[in-house]
């Protein structure tokens, strides 16, 4: 069951991740948070999904990959920002 329900999510993020490879014809897709500690329980459908989804030339070398960061990217980018808005001032 538990398998099936992370089969279903990774679909639907691959079919996500499909249309965005269609629109924006990244090299890279990076996906964080909770997802990306799911490993391959979650990315074989999204990966899956993705080339259904995606135009075969598009789709192709295109990586789709967890993010390094983890739970912590959200974290880390905020800490960013802040980061180089007060270097600006503190110039």
């Known amino acids: 069951m538990a ?4 089969w279903r999510a990774g679909t639907y993020i691959g079919i996500a991740v499909g249309s965005l490879i ?3 014809n990244p090299q890279r897709v990076v ?19 993705a080339r259904a989804h995606s135009f075969p030339r598009a789709f192709q ?6 993010a390094l960061l983890g ?11 802040v980061y180089r808005r007060l270097g600006r001032h503190l110039s």
């Open 61 to 66: 070398g295109v990586e789709i990959l967890p």
């Open 22 to 24: 269609n629109l924006l």
């Open 3 to 6: 398998r099936e329900i992370f």
């Open 71 to 81: 739970e912590d990217a959200g974290v880390v980018g905020v800490a960013a920002v």
């Open 31 to 49: 996906i964080g948070g909770g997802v990306a500690r799911a490993g391959p329980l979650l990315f074989d459908p999204i990966q899956e999904a």
